[in-house]
């Protein structure tokens, strides 16, 4: 439930934003009322992030470039059972990433500020109190599902698209024991 212009709708909804009526200069309409807001990336509609997108990508990796789309591709592992993975993402700013196709989320590399000082518990707590982790992001790792990488090991593609730049050559493939623990 919601409005006809919200949610899974959006896409589809013709609803025009921005400007609704005639631009004039010197009594002439410069526009004809043809300025509109469309939801969504051009990247999305083309569909970039899919197996073979209808685009020449090309080679190198520009730096710290906002709002620009990355193809990289990563040698993986063959998915071990006991093994978790997952992409260290501190290397880009704020973006969306996708694997083999998979969408596997926004990322937003935020530092975490605050007061860490050593707790002290007779002091009155609040949401400020024992505070961690000050100067590091908020997050770094990307749980990437075994069943999204290619099977038996080799090259997977990653797409990323940035918003405020970074370097889409320094994301990482990290491997992280799952070993049960005897306790």
Wanted: one cysteine or more.
């Amino acid at each position: 439930m919601g409005f006809w212009s919200y949610g899974a709708f959006l896409e589809t909804a013709r609803v025009d934003r921005g400007l609704n009526g005639p631009i004039l200069l010197n009594g002439e309409n410069i526009l004809g009322n043809t300025w509109l807001h469309r939801p969504g990336l051009k990247g999305e509609i083309l569909e970039l992030f899919n197996p073979n997108p209808p685009v020449v990508w090309n080679d190198g990796i520009a730096l710290n470039r906002p709002m620009t789309w990355y193809e990289i591709e990563m040698t993986m592992p063959a998915p071990a059972e006991e093994h978790a993975y997952a992409l260290l993402m501190t290397s880009l700013g704020k973006g969306n990433v996708w694997v083999n196709g998979n969408y596997l989320g926004r990322f937003w590399n935020i530092v975490g500020e605050g007061n860490c000082a050593p707790c002290d518990y007779r002091e009155n707590y609040g949401h400020t109190s024992c505070q961690t982790r000050c100067g590091d992001p908020t997050q770094s790792l990307y749980h990437l599902p075994r069943d999204w990488m290619m099977p038996g090991g080799g090259v997977n593609r990653v797409v990323v698209f940035t918003e405020i730049g970074g370097n889409a050559e320094d994301i990482q493939l990290v491997e992280i024991d799952e070993t049960p623990s005897p306790f």
